[in-house]
C-alpha cells in the first residue's frame, strides 16, 4: 500500500516508492526554476529490501508514491538456515523472514528474542531487536 505526495514536500530520511521498490532517501537536492521550466529535484534513494541505490529527477510538484510502513513487534520462534520464523505479538500470526544481512543485528537473533520488523507492501523485514 502506498499513498500519493508531492516531491517538493518529502525530504532526506523520507521513504519513497522508485522503480516498485520501497527507498529511503539519503540525497535531496533542488535546483531553481529555469527560464522556461519549473524547479526539478533530484532524489537519490536506498532500497529497504535490496539495498541498491537508485536515482531520479523530477519537477517539484510531481506527485511521488510513498509507501505505508507497519511498524510492528514480533518474537522469534526459531532460526533456520536461510529464514528466521516469527510470531506477531499481536495477533499471533507465524510467518518466516529472510536472515537480515547485519552482522549486529544477526547476531542477536536466537528462539524467544522480541523484534520490530517493517511489513512494506507484503514483503517483511526485520529492523531491529527490543531488549
Known amino acids: 500500500m502506498s499513498k500519493p505526495m508531492e516531491l517538493g514536500a518529502l525530504k532526506v530520511g523520507s521513504y519513497?516508492?522508485?522503480?516498485?521498490?520501497?527507498?529511503?532517501?539519503?540525497n535531496y537536492t533542488k535546483s531553481k526554476p529555469g527560464k522556461h521550466g519549473s524547479a526539478k529535484a533530484r532524489v537519490v534513494a536506498i532500497g529497504v529490501f535490496d539495498g541498491?541505490?537508485?536515482?531520479?529527477?523530477?519537477?517539484?510538484?510531481?506527485?511521488?508514491?510513498?509507501?505505508?510502513?507497519?511498524?510492528?513487534?514480533?518474537?522469534?520462534i526459531s532460526l533456520l538456515p536461510s529464514s528466521v520464523q516469527v510470531m506477531d505479538l499481536e495477533t499471533y500470526e507465524m510467518f518466516e523472514t529472510p536472515i537480515p544481512e547485519e552482522k549486529e543485528l544477526k547476531s542477536k537473533?536466537?528462539?524467544?528474542?522480541?523484534?520490530?520488523?517493517?511489513?512494506?507492501r507484503s514483503k517483511i523485514k526485520i529492523m531491529r531487536t527490543k531488549s
Open 52 to 76: 541498491a541505490k537508485r536515482s531520479f529527477v523530477k519537477p517539484v510538484s510531481a506527485q511521488v508514491e510513498v509507501p505505508l510502513i507497519e511498524k510492528r513487534v514480533g518474537q522469534v
Open 16 to 26: 519513497v516508492i522508485v522503480d516498485d521498490e520501497p527507498c529511503r532517501i539519503v
Open 109 to 120: 537473533l536466537a528462539s524467544g528474542v522480541e523484534i520490530e520488523y517493517w511489513r512494506i
